[in-house]
């Protein structure tokens, strides 16, 4: 079984694939943290370049298939400009990303990056907002089937009551059989009683 290539075999295949087109590789995530679980954690990298276009992806196809194949993502693709006009739109990535990073290719692409703050709590804020709703929504289909069963089980209860209520107004003739009913369902020793008078064991 060939072995698995390295992230800086990886690096050093794109570097010769794309030559003066690439911009930065950037290792991120768990594995630039160094709190990544070897054979488990994704080997997370972003590829800066100049332009994407149809070109881009055929040169890149072997170094990618091969990096596929040994179980890992294909890495996040941006454009030179979109990777500086993008710190806005994903403040809480780029923070992360830059508190833990490795240049595996290219030149440094953080000079002129900055992560604003107000951004930064935006996203923040639509993030918890988000899970908040949907942690709601999750809620209120669980509750419907709890609320479903309530009434079946109110319904039987009021069922049991309104019998109930009705053999309590038997005519007078028939109160004495029901009385007698009721209390040998509730006398066990009555009940063996009668079952023994008529032979029953």
Not at 131 to 141: C, D, G
Not at 164 to 173: Q, T
Request: glycine content about 8%; charged content about 30%; some cysteine.
């Amino acid at each position: 079984m060939a072995a698995k290539p390295t992230v800086e075999q990886f690096a050093a295949e794109v570097a010769r694939a794309l030559g003066k087109r690439l911009v930065a590789l950037l290792l991120y995530g768990s594995w630039a943290r160094g709190t990544h679980v070897p054979d488990r954690s994704d080997v997370n990298t972003l590829l800066i370049c100049d332009a994407v276009d149809e070109a881009l992806f055929v040169a890149l196809a072997p170094a990618v298939r091969g990096w596929t194949r040994a179980g890992q993502p294909a890495p996040l693709i941006l454009t030179e400009r979109e990777w500086r006009e993008s710190a806005d739109a994903f403040p809480i990535e780029y923070a992360d990303m830059r508190e833990a990073h490795r240049l595996l290719a290219g030149r440094d692409p953080w000079p002129g990056i900055d992560v604003d703050r107000g951004h930064l709590r935006r996203q923040v804020e639509h993030e918890l907002m988000g899970k908040l709703v949907r942690l709601r929504q999750a809620y209120a289909h669980a509750a419907r089937g709890a609320a479903l069963r309530r009434p079946a089980r109110a319904r039987v209860a009021r069922r049991a009551g309104a019998e109930r209520g009705r053999a309590d107004r038997v005519p007078g003739r028939w109160a004495r059989t029901v009385g007698t009913a009721r209390a040998g369902r509730s006398n066990p020793a009555a009940q063996e009683g009668r079952s023994a008078r008529r032979g029953v064991s």
